[in-house]
């Protein structure tokens, strides 16, 4: 479940930044302000060309992308069990409580104590949730920018290759309805992250 959240959170980020102008040739380029769509002509006149990658699958096939949203799972799946386990002895300490108090088998004050235990206990649950979610919601931010980052880090020494005028992120239900296969760089792509997170593994060795 956390996987797939930060897959959804990459693929906005990544479809933003694309479409916001990754442009790699540092020329400033025309935007058809009636439609909201790119200038073909001006892009035409500069000689290069559109392309795009499909973040989808550039993720699914992504090693790094594999690496650090297991790692997620991994805090996700440690912090659910930390506050599942104080949530069980809290929801025990209630039942005790009750069954003292229902047979009498403590005293007022004593049973006010407890009450006041319990309450104490049931705040430091909420607080610790809050801490967590918090905690991983920023651990979450960071990777999507790290992955975000590999990604365009790549893509700009990609490009100096390539001189492509505009990359655009495509995926199902994004701005782009159409986009032909021979303008599909994304398995090209693919490999050359993998390639280079390769590389990188190797350095750390």
Do not use: C, P
Not at 3 to 15: D, E, F, G, M, R
Not at 29 to 57: A, P, R, W
Not at 112 to 130: A, F, N, Y
Request: net charge negative.
């Amino acid at each position: 479940m956390k996987k797939v959240q930060l897959i959804i959170n990459i693929v906005i980020a990544l479809a933003v930044a694309a479409l916001y102008v990754l442009t790699f040739t540092g020329q400033k380029h025309s935007v058809n302000g009636k439609t909201g769509g790119v200038d073909t002509t001006t892009i035409s006149n500069l000689g290069g060309e559109v392309v795009y990658v499909n973040i989808d699958t550039v993720l699914n096939n992504y090693d790094l992308f594999h690496e650090l949203s297991g790692d997620m799972e991994d805090k996700f799946n440690t912090a659910q069990a930390e506050l599942s386990s104080k949530e069980k002895k809290y929801r025990e300490g209630v039942e005790d409580f009750q069954y003292k108090v229902q047979r009498g088998l403590v005293t007022r004050s004593d049973a006010q104590k407890l009450q006041q235990e319990l309450m104490k206990e049931e705040q430091e649950i909420m607080q610790l949730r809050d801490n967590l979610n918090y905690k991983l919601a920023e651990e979450e931010a960071v990777v999507q920018r790290q992955l975000i980052n590999e990604i365009m880090v790549f893509l700009e020494a990609y490009n100096k290759e390539k001189g492509y005028t505009y990359v655009l992120a495509n995926r199902f239900g994004s701005n782009i309805l159409y986009a032909h296969e021979r303008l599909d760089i994304t398995w090209d792509v693919i490999e050359g992250l993998n390639e280079q997170y390769k590389k990188n593994q190797q350095k750390k060795k």
